[in-house]
């Protein structure tokens, strides 16, 4: 018996010593990699002032170009800057991906050595800020850490620096799912205790109140603007249709009418009647309606993929989004990971499907906006497979090029 224990104990201190090496080979791996990308980024960017106007010189040529004149029109400076911006610049604008903060708000440029498992699997699969920022030219990003309200304001200020430094200086846009409840799930909701806690959107459609409603949205637009959040990645206006589904408590119920009020004052508490400097932008969604789910399963797993209408349901699941989101212009819709079976010309998910994106959002409904995809629908990666429902058969860049042929 002593032997037996003698060889687990040695077995115990090697696996040890393996993860130990392990976690000093993708930390020493990781600063290498951001020193690297670090050279990449230049000054920040310097505050000039040209007949008599203040503009920040974001791509410090000494003048005022138009997108950096803060008299010029929107329209007129997202013009100008896309005609600067090159391929790499335009694609990597195209993505909202997940980033990562030190418990201290630093940008997260090494693995994060805790106690904490998740916390320190999550630092290591994350890329730095760095790398997206720096070499993948992105400027969109979910933020994932719960912080305190300073340590949020103190990072999105740094990550606003890093992005000066890089060519253009375009600005971060950072994102997040709800944080104003009292789930913690990463991808659907983060309790983060400098915010005021509110019922879920469950609670909220249970009130039948939407002046309340509209008024959470606009304290919850105050909090995430204090800390530097500027896009919403809710509300849900999905049906809870389908009681075994496990998403139902991130909508506002069964009800498609209900649900389409309480989503309109949602949308209008963060945006506010006009979207303006004070806004915090919503991205609405699942479009064209998630809930329906075959057998309850979740859209997020190749078992869960279908959504089925056997009542012939399809439009009522559009309600909350026409007589809600639309109502209240909202800036963005996400569609789901689903393949709505039956009610298009062909078998694919959402994101993928023109007569959904481009027949029925842009072209039926007239949306104008932001339509975003999901998660991981692109190709495999560390988070997992790529959720590509009825395109499996397609490369990465044809899946790519069939979500922007879809509208």
């Given at each position: 018996?002593?032997?037996v224990?003698?060889?687990?104990?040695?077995?115990?201190?090697?696996?040890?010593?393996?993860?130990?090496?392990?976690?000093?080979?993708?930390?020493?791996?990781?600063?290498?990699?951001?020193?690297?990308?670090?050279e990449?980024?230049?000054?920040e960017?310097?505050?000039l002032t040209?007949?008599?106007?203040?503009?920040?010189?974001?791509?410090?040529?000494?003048?005022m170009?138009?997108?950096?004149?803060?008299?010029?029109?929107?329209?007129?400076?997202?013009?100008?800057?896309?005609?600067?911006m090159?391929?790499?610049?335009?694609?990597?604008?195209?993505?909202?991906?997940?980033?990562?903060?030190?418990?201290?708000?630093?940008?997260?440029?090494?693995?994060?050595?805790?106690?904490?498992?998740?916390?320190?699997?999550?630092?290591?699969?994350?890329?730095?800020?760095?790398?997206?920022i720096?070499?993948?030219?992105?400027?969109?990003?979910?933020?994932l850490?719960?912080?305190?309200?300073?340590k949020?304001?103190?990072?999105?200020?740094?990550?606003?620096?890093?992005?000066?430094?890089?060519?253009?200086?375009?600005?971060?846009?950072?994102?997040?799912?709800?944080?104003?409840?009292?789930?913690?799930?990463?991808?659907a909701?983060?309790?983060?205790?400098?915010?005021?806690?509110?019922?879920?959107?469950?609670?909220?459609?249970?009130?039948?109140?939407?002046?309340?409603?509209?008024?959470?949205?606009?304290?919850?637009?105050?909090?995430?603007?204090?800390?530097?959040?500027?896009l919403?990645?809710?509300?849900?206006?999905?049906?809870?249709?389908?009681?075994?589904?496990?998403?139902?408590n991130?909508?506002?119920?069964?009800?498609?009418?209900?649900?389409a009020?309480m989503?309109?004052a949602?949308?209008?508490?963060?945006?506010?009647?006009?979207?303006?400097?004070?806004?915090?932008?919503?991205?609405?969604?699942h479009?064209?309606?998630?809930?329906?789910?075959?057998?309850?399963?979740?859209?997020?797993?190749?078992?869960?993929?279908?959504?089925?209408?056997?009542?012939?349901?399809?439009?009522?699941?559009?309600?909350?989004?026409?007589?809600?989101?639309?109502?209240?212009?909202?800036?963005?819709?996400?569609?789901?990971?689903?393949?709505?079976?039956?009610?298009?010309?062909?078998?694919?998910?959402?994101?993928f499907n023109?007569?959904?994106?481009?027949?029925?959002l842009?072209?039926?409904?007239?949306?104008?906006?932001?339509?975003?995809?999901?998660?991981?629908i692109?190709s495999?990666?560390?988070?997992?497979?790529?959720?590509a429902?009825?395109?499996?058969?397609?490369?990465?860049?044809l899946?790519?090029?069939?979500t922007?042929d879809?509208?």
């Open positions: 018996m002593k032997k224990w003698k060889v687990l104990k040695y077995l115990l201190l090697g696996i040890i010593a393996i993860l130990i090496i392990g976690v000093a080979v993708v930390y020493f791996s990781k600063k290498s990699e951001s020193n690297s990308n670090m990449l980024l230049g000054e960017a310097p505050t040209s007949s008599g106007v203040s503009y920040r010189d974001l791509n410090k040529n000494g003048q170009d138009i997108y950096e004149n803060p008299n010029a029109s929107i329209d007129q400076r997202a013009n100008d800057l896309v005609s600067q090159n391929l790499e610049e335009k694609a990597g604008s195209m993505y909202v991906n997940m980033i990562g903060t030190t418990p201290d708000g630093e940008p997260m440029e090494t693995p994060i050595l805790s106690t904490d498992p998740i916390a320190l699997m999550m630092s290591m699969m994350l890329p730095t800020n760095s790398e997206m720096a070499r993948k030219k992105m400027n969109s990003f979910n933020i850490a719960s912080l305190d309200a300073d949020m304001a103190k990072y999105n200020n740094l990550i606003q620096k890093m992005a000066e430094r890089t060519r253009l200086g375009i600005p971060i846009t950072i994102a997040t799912d709800p944080r104003h409840g009292t789930e913690s799930n990463p991808g909701g983060l309790y983060t205790s400098a915010f005021s806690q509110w019922p879920s959107s469950f609670g909220l459609a249970a009130t039948r109140d939407t002046v309340l409603v509209r008024e959470f949205g606009d304290i919850a637009r105050q909090e995430y603007n204090a800390v530097g959040i500027r919403a990645l809710h509300p849900m206006a999905d049906l809870a249709t389908e009681p075994r589904w496990g998403r139902s991130g909508t506002f119920g069964e009800d498609a009418h209900l649900s009020i989503t309109k949602y949308v209008l508490g963060f945006q506010g009647d006009s979207l303006d400097q004070n806004s915090v932008a919503c991205m609405t969604k479009f064209s309606g998630g809930g329906p789910q075959k057998d309850g399963e979740d859209a997020h797993f190749p078992y869960g993929k279908e959504q089925v209408y056997p009542g012939n349901n399809f439009d009522y699941h559009v309600i909350p989004f026409t007589e809600g989101a639309f109502e209240a212009n909202t800036a963005q819709i996400m569609p789901y990971y689903g393949i709505p079976v039956g009610q298009t010309s062909e078998e694919v998910a959402f994101a023109k007569d959904i994106i481009q027949g029925l842009r072209d039926s409904l007239n949306f104008q906006g932001v339509v975003c995809t999901d998660w991981n692109i495999k990666s560390r988070m997992g497979e790529g959720r429902w009825g395109v499996e058969h397609l490369s990465p860049k899946r790519i090029k069939k922007l879809a509208g």
